[in-house]
């Protein structure tokens, strides 16, 4: 399963978790339990990570790809 980034609109907290598309709205603050989070997108991120050769993140090569607010 995927890993997404969101940003809490109410408190401000930045987490992740680990949902499916379908959930992904569903998705609640894990520090206020607000439900008014939105989705981080961060292509640009893991790319940067991959350039450090990062191997925390054993998924981050195929996540790369799919980056599409910053190569378009
Ligand atoms: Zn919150």
Redesign the pocket.
């Known amino acids: 399963m995927p890993t997404f980034d969101f940003h ?6 930045e987490f992740s978790s680990f949902v499916s598309l379908a959930d992904k709205d569903k998705v ?7 439900g ?2 939105r989705q981080v997108f961060s292509g640009c991120n893991i790319i940067a990570r991959r350039n450090t050769k990062s191997k925390t993140k054993g998924n981050s090569a195929g996540a790369g790809k799919n980056c599409k607010s910053c190569m378009g």
């Open positions: 809490c609109r109410h408190c401000g907290k609640t603050c894990p520090q206020c339990e607000a008014d989070v």
